[in-house]
């Protein structure tokens, strides 16, 4: 059954309207380990071959029906996106696939009364190149490959 159906199904089923603000956050037991994020993202960076349809691009939200998160979460990686924290995913996809994540997320937006917001930003490879890690002990030149060695 699609997402998009069985958002509709718990529409239709009582989902009308956000629930209390402090709800309990995500299994964040089900994510990668940090180590399998930072290899994922030094994936990303360092592919040589991109096809010229794909393109980098950031899923983040933040939704607060419980039900509503789980299946959106779950939508994103079934369309491959990897999950970089609880609410942020990157894909390196076909534009077309863009197009439908931003289409039917539009749309599970749309189906109930919420305060949630969506945001799918496309990103380029200079751009995570230039990211900067706070609040981890990550080396971000392992990420991006900048080491320099200095001979004398």
């Known amino acids: 059954m699609p997402y998009i159906e069985i958002l509709r199904r718990l529409a239709h089923a009582g989902l009308k309207g956000s629930p209390a603000i402090n709800r309990v956050t995500g299994n964040t037991e089900e994510m990668a ?5 930072v290899d994922f993202l030094i994936g990303v ?3 040589q ?4 349809t794909d393109m980098l691009f950031f ?3 933040d939704i607060e029906s419980n039900k509503v998160r789980r299946v959106v979460s779950k939508y994103l990686e079934d369309k491959g996106c990897f999950r970089i924290q609880r609410s942020i995913f990157l894909a390196n996809a076909d534009r077309n696939i863009c197009e439908q994540i931003k289409t039917d997320l539009a749309e599970v937006q749309a189906l109930y009364d919420n305060h949630d917001s969506i945001i799918v930003c496309p990103i380029s490879t200079d751009e995570m190149r230039a990211m900067k890690i706070i609040g ?3 080396n971000i ?4 490959k900048i080491n320099n060695t200095l001979f004398f």
Do not use: C, G, H
Not at 33 to 37: A, E, M, P, Q, V
Not at 141 to 144: G, R, V
């Open 33 to 37: 380990s940090l180590k399998d994020r």
């Open 45 to 47: 960076i360092n592919r």
């Open 49 to 52: 071959e991109r096809k010229a």
């Open 59 to 61: 899923v983040m939200y």
């Open 136 to 138: 981890q002990k990550i």
């Open 141 to 144: 030149d392992i990420i991006t």
